[in-house]
């Protein structure tokens, strides 16, 4: 039991490590926070594309959710990181940012997509009858009810891409699982930094799904009023 507290003690208290955790988790959240941002916007775009009347735009969008879905996000990180993005000296989070949001772009296609045709077609046609265009109908009528569907898919994603960012450590020490490198690196003690990065993911993941589980109670009440 010593042994293990003096282990724990090494991991966190010794240099201020437990520094290195604290800045990794900051990362960690960002490099989430804005992956999900420039994923709604790829998403949103992707998925309206797919629904296009045009050939063109269904097969671009097809396209780009079919490969980025069927190849590992830790080879599309290392592909922006050391072909894409190689000649610019960008920041380790800027490039995970992008990377991530690329991926996640594709997933929240399917899913705004999958919101979206979840809407009853007579409320297109309601939308129409009111003389209202095709854009203003999925701004106005539809969208509106699709986020009903879309929020809590959404919220999911956002927790997927922040177990999703460890493998950033492909190209940094900047996170979480940075942080707990760094640490081996000095103590030789593989055990506790991976159990104390676990604990940590498990903790905030919790925290998260428990905020997301609020927020889709409380669309479930306004829908029964």
Known sequence: MNDFISR?????????????????????????????????????????????????????????????????TMVQLLIIN??????????????GSVAFGINSGAYIAEIVRGGILSVNIGQTEAGRSLGMTSGQTMRHIIMPQAMKNILPALGNEFV????????????????????????????????????????IYYVVIKIISLLLNKLEQGMRKADKR
Do not use: H
Not at 54 to 68: E, N, T
Not at 82 to 95: E, T
């Open 8 to 72: 724990v003690m090494d991991t966190f208290v010794t240099e201020g490590r437990w520094e290195w955790f604290v800045s990794g988790l900051g990362y960690t959240m960002l490099i989430t926070l804005f992956a999900v941002i420039l994923g709604c916007i790829i998403g949103v775009l992707m998925a309206l594309m797919r629904l296009s009347k045009s050939k063109i735009l269904r097969a671009v969008s097809g396209v780009y959710i079919d490969v980025i879905r069927g190849t590992p």
């Open 82 to 95: 050391f072909v894409i993005l190689a000649p610019i000296n960008v920041p380790a989070w800027i490039i």
């Open 160 to 199: 997927v891409l922040i177990k999703e960012t460890a493998v950033v450590g492909m190209i940094s020490n900047i996170d979480l699982v940075g942080a707990a490198r760094k640490v081996q690196g000095r103590t030789y003690d593989y055990l506790v930094p991976l159990l104390s990065i676990a604990a």
